[in-house]
């Protein structure tokens, strides 16, 4: 089975950050996503909730706020609840894994935050495990012109 979505929008209000029992950072945040379909000069826009957790979540509400453009790379989760009047309700929610900057600055030519990163993203789980440091070694650079294997 493959559960995995990869959406590209804007921030519809800052990202909350809130932390759990535990002191677990989490994020929430919605990002309206246009379809690809359209209808004339008339397109279709969705309202999605994502949340974030830990490093992750920690990121979003550093460096993104209401407007930025985000690409957020994770999974579709659905939650059952049942609400005030005693109605079983379903939302669904995007758990992201990653979030990337979707642009650099802003149309009137400002950075769209401080410290701009733009092509970088926050430490997914399995980041950590591929780069470590001794999975590098050093290369001889003596100058000879041969290559070193």
Known sequence: MLN?????????RDPELRYTQNQIPVASFTLAVDRDFSRGDEKQTDFIDCVAWRQTGEFVS?????????????????????????????????VADNI?????KRRDGSSSREDSNEGFAAPGKSDRQFYTESAFSELDDSGDGELPF
């Open 4 to 12: 995995h979505i990869v959406i590209m929008g804007r921030l519809t």
């Open 100 to 104: 990337y900057f979707g642009e650099s």
């Open 62 to 94: 550093k460096y993104f706020q209401k407007g930025s453009m985000a690409v957020v790379s994770g999974r579709l989760q659905l939650r059952k609840w049942t609400d005030k009047e005693g109605q079983n309700r379903t939302s669904a929610e995007v």
